[in-house]
């Protein structure tokens, strides 16, 4: 009977998880517009999962912040407001700054440096151009999200890490979440290519052991995506079709 407990338990587990990484993706893609009642069965079904899973995620989702109890019982989608998105952004560069610090002054291994520099490399193909094209920002998406876990990781801060994978289940907080906005204006490109100057003044202040200095670009880096936000705001049909998350921002304060 042990043994088959054992193996009922991982399943289980992995249910859970399953369950709970879609129910997060479907509100941050805005599934569900803010005061939407978030109903158990429903959700079950639409996850083709039991109850049970559905209902841990529930509370879950709620610790997080990104969904809020009613006062007659269950749950429903909350909002959030652009001064919210930008501190939760604002946030991140603090934590990011002080992971490339810690890596810094840790002194990095030639195994991550090769890593990092690789990472560059292939960002550099995609942003360096008069013109990305989709594969290039589907490319750069890709990139961008592991270089900041190249750093995040590097820290060997697991309690930095921990906070961070809170902070990127939040609305637009995660390193290429606003990176759709880039996309669908002129702009975009030459935001990108000074976001990978960035990416590149960091991993330049790592090896020359400059700590103050790599806490400082982690922590203007996030500027771009702040910029972003607000730009996305002050177009919100625009944004509505790049990013249908928006809604989820529902005014402007």
């Not at 993706?25 to 109903?39: C, M, S, T």
């Not at 006062?71 to 939760?88: D, I, L, N, P, W």
């Not at 996030?222 to 809604?247: D, F, K, Q």
């Amino acid at each position: 009977m042990a043994a088959n407990g054992d193996v009922m338990k991982p399943i289980a587990e992995s249910q859970q998880s399953r369950v709970l990484i879609q129910l997060r993706d479907l509100i941050l893609k805005g599934a569900f517009a803010p005061g939407e009642r978030l109903a158990e069965i429903p959700l079950a079904e639409r996850l083709e999962a039991s109850r049970t899973p559905v209902r841990l995620a529930l509370t879950t989702l709620e610790y997080e912040g990104l969904i809020e109890a009613m006062s007659s019982g269950g749950y429903r989608m909350r909002g959030f407001t652009a001064t919210e998105v930008s501190h939760a952004i604002q946030t991140r560069g603090v934590l990011e700054g002080y992971a490339a610090r810690l890596l810094t002054e840790n002194g990095p291994t030639k195994q991550l440096l090769r890593q990092l520099h690789e990472c560059l490399e292939q960002i550099d193909e995609a942003v360096n151009k008069p013109q990305m094209s989709f594969d290039d920002y589907a490319a750069y998406v890709e990139l961008n999200a592991r270089f900041h876990e190249l750093i995040l990781e590097g820290s060997g801060n697991r309690t930095l890490q921990r906070m961070m994978d809170m902070l990127n289940g939040q609305p637009f907080a995660a390193p290429s979440a606003m990176l759709p906005m880039q996309s669908s204006h002129e702009e975009g490109t030459r935001a990108m290519q000074m976001a990978q100057l960035q990416h590149h003044a960091l991993v330049q202040a790592i090896e020359r052991g400059q700590g103050a200095r790599a806490q400082a670009l982690g922590e203007e880096h996030v500027e771009i995506a702040r910029m972003n936000v607000e730009y996305a705001t002050s177009n919100p049909e625009l944004a509505a079709e790049v990013m249908p998350g928006i809604r989820l921002v529902t005014r402007a304060g």
